[in-house]
């Protein structure tokens, strides 16, 4: 625009731009790229939940924002069922066009703008940074809300389990939470897209009434399909908790017209109400998970925290960048940990998401 800057020139390079040296190393091996850089699904999107999106094809009409009730039962009886939160009514959930468009907007959906500081972990998915300075607001990352002192923030995000360290906080730590924001009038949002995705720790969600006291009381969760139902191409997620806040998001929403299509509100219930596929597709990654990490931990590297989400966080002791051109040469592909923070310079996101055959591909070549 004429006499402004850019809102790109505001904005944190996108960081996986800085990976295409090592990927082009990567592709050249002789047996192709193992690309573990990325949590991206590549298993079928379950059957069940095809049929459902294809039986509601015929979709001539404009949904509306809120959603179909049949979505946000759906989305309500899973909270209740998996995730032994407090019943919620249908005005505390809303769907959503994926989980990153939410993230990426919430702050300033929300009216939080200049003059205001967000919060987010140390080590956190870059998209929290991004939505908090498109808003106009001040990123600050510590895991400590302590170390504030006597500031207050006007939005804290948590996310548990971690992306990128698969970090499981424990149930008092979130309730400490708790207890500070609302005791300051602060909005806590919880990224629990990696709920169902645990292998040795157990996450529970901001709205489990042990964490919430019972209420929903300045509280948001937000909730994606893509990982537990290989969904990602279908864009859906919905975020849940605190009716008032979600109804300010409604209001916001309606006007911009944001509306999940109405095929895959669908489709989106018939993957919340269905536990088989999770069942079976956990399986899959756990299998991957330990193939996976016995060939890294054989090869010189240590595995921290990732008792959940679809990650390893691996380091060797080393700057990021070496580790990442050490694997790429291997032809493998993996995330630096630089990329979430400084926290991470000594560490690699590796991701399990890759086929059986690439993951297999990868641990023959770690061996080497």
């Known amino acids: 625009m004429v006499g402004r800057d850019p809102v790109s020139t505001r904005l944190p390079?996108?960081?996986?731009?800085?990976?295409?040296?090592?990927?082009?190393?990567?592709?050249?091996?002789?047996?192709?790229?193992?690309?573990?850089?990325?949590?991206?699904?590549?298993?079928?999107?379950?059957?069940?939940?095809?049929?459902?999106?294809?039986?509601?094809?015929?979709?001539?009409?404009?949904?509306?924002?809120?959603?179909?009730?049949?979505?946000?039962?759906?989305?309500?009886?899973?909270?209740?069922?998996?995730?032994?939160?407090?019943?919620?009514?249908l005005d505390a959930v809303l769907p959503t066009i994926g989980s990153k468009e939410l993230i990426s907007s919430l702050a300033g959906h929300l009216g939080?703008?200049?003059?205001?500081?967000?919060?987010?972990?140390?080590?956190a998915y870059p998209t929290y940074?991004?939505?908090?300075?498109?808003?106009?607001?001040?990123?600050?990352?510590?895991?400590?809300?302590?170390?504030?002192?006597?500031?207050?923030?006007?939005?804290?995000?948590?996310?548990?389990?971690?992306?990128?360290?698969?970090?499981?906080?424990?149930?008092?730590?979130?309730?400490?939470?708790?207890?500070?924001?609302?005791?300051?009038?602060?909005?806590?949002v919880s990224d629990e897209c990696y709920l169902e995705c645990a292998w040795e720790g157990a996450p529970v969600s901001l709205l489990h009434p042990d964490v919430c006291g019972g209420s929903p009381e300045g509280l948001l969760t937000v909730h994606s399909l893509s990982k537990r139902s290989n969904l990602a191409g279908?864009?859906?997620?919905?975020?849940?908790?605190?009716?008032?806040?979600?109804?300010?998001?409604?209001?916001?929403?309606?006007?911009?017209?944001l509306m999940m299509p109405g095929p895959q509100q669908h489709a989106m219930v018939a993957a919340l109400d269905d536990d088989a596929h999770v069942v079976e597709q956990h399986a899959r990654y756990a299998a991957r998970r330990a193939i996976?990490?016995?060939?890294?931990?054989?090869?010189?590297?240590?595995?921290?925290?990732?008792?959940?989400?679809?990650?390893?966080?691996a380091t060797r002791d080393e700057d990021c960048w070496a580790t990442v051109s050490w694997l790429a040469e291997r032809g493998i592909l993996a995330a630096p940990g630089s990329f979430y923070g400084a926290a991470g310079a000594k560490h690699v996101r590796v991701a399990f998401t890759a086929t059986d055959e690439r993951v297999a591909a990868a641990a023959d070549r770690l061996a080497g």
């Open 13 to 89: 390079d996108f960081p996986w731009d800085q990976l295409t040296a090592y990927a082009a190393t990567a592709r050249a091996h002789p047996d192709g790229i193992v690309d573990l850089s990325i949590g991206t699904p590549v298993d079928p999107t379950p059957t069940v939940v095809q049929e459902a999106l294809a039986a509601a094809a015929d979709s001539p009409g404009y949904p509306v924002t809120i959603g179909l009730e049949a979505t946000r039962r759906a989305a309500i009886d899973w909270l209740t069922r998996r995730a032994g939160a407090i019943e919620l009514g």
């Open 112 to 123: 939080i703008g200049a003059g205001d500081v967000v919060v987010h972990p140390a080590l």
């Open 129 to 188: 940074e991004v939505g908090t300075v498109l808003a106009g607001a001040r990123p600050v990352a510590t895991d400590s809300l302590l170390s504030l002192g006597p500031e207050t923030p006007a939005l804290v995000w948590v996310n548990s389990p971690s992306n990128p360290t698969g970090r499981v906080l424990p149930p008092k730590h979130l309730r400490k939470m708790v207890d500070w924001c609302r005791e300051r009038g602060v909005l806590l």
């Open 234 to 257: 279908y864009r859906c997620a919905f975020v849940a908790g605190d009716p008032a806040v979600v109804g300010e998001l409604l209001a916001v929403r309606k006007n911009l017209g």
């Open 292 to 313: 996976l990490r016995r060939a890294l931990e054989s090869a010189g590297f240590r595995i921290d925290h990732s008792e959940a989400s679809l990650y390893l966080w």
